[in-house]
Nanobody
Framework: VQLQASGGGLVQAGGSLRLSCTAS????????VGWFRQAPGKDREFVSA????????QSADPVKGRFTISRDNRKNTVYLQMNSLEPEDTAVYYC????????????????????????WGQGTLVTVSS
């Protein structure tokens, strides 16, 4: 699966952006998807993840209550709605996908671990000014 992230830009603190991650290839619904971000000089960190069917989500503490992840498998797209943005949210945002294993339970699987994701998009820059 190939991933294309888009929707980044420059926004003032308190503003909103919606990122999109569009996949090409077959059977997008077989993949769990996550968003990660990397600020200059820092390691890549987990933001949010969503299970294959969209029934389960997981978010990092700094973005809980502000960011919402969702997906539309008919459009092969995962979204990250970011509200109440803060300068600390400035980073390159990456979407990533992995295909969970484990039978029926995999349908609800999410992951916050960079190493579990095998497919990555190119990143989209989000800049939040104070």
């Amino acid at each position: 699966v190939q991933l294309q992230a888009s929707g980044g830009g420059l926004v003032q603190a308190g503003g909103s952006l919606r990122l999109s991650c569009t996949a090409s290839g077959r059977a997008f619904s077989n993949y769990a998807v996550g968003w990660f971000r990397q600020a200059p000089g820092k390691d890549r960190e987990f933001v949010s993840a969503i299970s294959r069917g969209g029934h389960r989500t997981q978010s990092a503490d700094p973005v809980k209550g502000r960011f919402t992840i969702s997906r539309d498998n008919r459009k092969n797209t995962v979204y990250l709605q970011m509200n109440s943005l803060e300068p600390e949210d400035t980073a390159v945002y990456y979407c990533a996908a992995h295909r969970p294993t484990g039978g029926a339970a995999s349908y609800y699987s999410t992951s916050n671990k960079v190493d579990e994701y095998h497919y990555w998009g190119q990143g989209t820059l989000v800049t939040v000014s104070s």
